[in-house]
């Protein structure tokens, strides 16, 4: 079984362009879980996602961040018009039930 | 709302101490869940152990070990006999029930430092 696929595992973007981030789950896991890891930080929950909904983004950013996790294909965070401050690790994670998730290697994102 | 706080920013062991990595809890809920991860240099983040509110019983698998207090909100995680391979950075989190159902909040990670 297939762990949590990340993809690209490093993305270099220039400021003002668009980061797409895709995260395939477990197989047969319907939760997927992004989080943000800054440099020299902790990680911060972004967003929680079952197939088609949104269940809690609380900590997304209110603007230039969204999320989905469409009925088929992989889940995408997606950063419009990136800034240098969303240089950051970037990890999704999948779980069955919602209390045990597994990660994936993350993608490690650089703005220039 | 719920915090994980590991109030150790970095330790420094020699090879075959002892270490204990401290996390203290907080959260309202009666039902939660408390994690350990790894995350090596490599950048990955792997999944330790996981306990639930109900259970108090400590833990221990090889040379890792798990205490868990809920009378002092604590979840602390010792590795005896440390190898060089144990550097790494350790993260507490936290799952709890309500309003953050499905939400992991994590510690600031503990970087643990084995010397040869």
């Known amino acids: 079984n297939a762990g949590v696929m990340q993809n690209p595992r490093h993305l270099v973007r220039r400021r003002g362009q668009e980061a797409r981030l895709r995260c395939s789950p477990m197989?047969?896991?319907?939760?997927v879980y992004w989080y943000r890891q800054l440099p020299e930080e902790g990680l911060k929950f972004m967003v929680y996602l079952q197939k088609e909904n949104i269940i809690d983004e609380s900590g997304m950013p209110k603007e230039r961040f969204s999320a989905e996790f469409p009925k088929e294909g992989p889940s995408i965070l997606r950063i419009q018009q990136v800034v240098r401050g969303d240089s950051a690790a970037y990890f999704c994670?999948?779980?069955?039930?919602?209390?045990?998730?597994?990660f994936g290697p993350g993608t490690r994102l650089t703005v220039t | 709302a719920q915090k994980v706080t590991q109030a150790q920013t970095e330790i420094s062991v020699v090879e075959k101490e002892d270490v204990t990595l401290d996390c203290v809890y907080e959260t309202r809920d009666t039902t939660y869940y408390l994690f350990w991860y790894k995350q090596p240099p490599s950048g990955e983040l792997v999944f330790l152990i996981r306990?639930?509110?109900?259970?108090?019983q400590n833990e221990i698998s090889g040379r890792y070990s798990w205490n868990f207090q809920k009378s002092t909100s604590s979840f602390n995680f010792t590795i005896t006999a440390s190898q060089v391979v144990d550097s790494a950075v350790y993260f507490c989190a936290l799952n709890a029930g309500g309003t953050s159902y499905g939400k992991l909040t994590f510690g600031q990670g503990t970087i643990l430092t084995v010397h040869p």
């Open positions: 197989k047969g896991h319907s939760h």
């Open positions: 994670a999948s779980s069955l039930h919602s209390y045990e998730q597994y």
């Open positions: 306990r639930n509110s109900f259970d108090e």
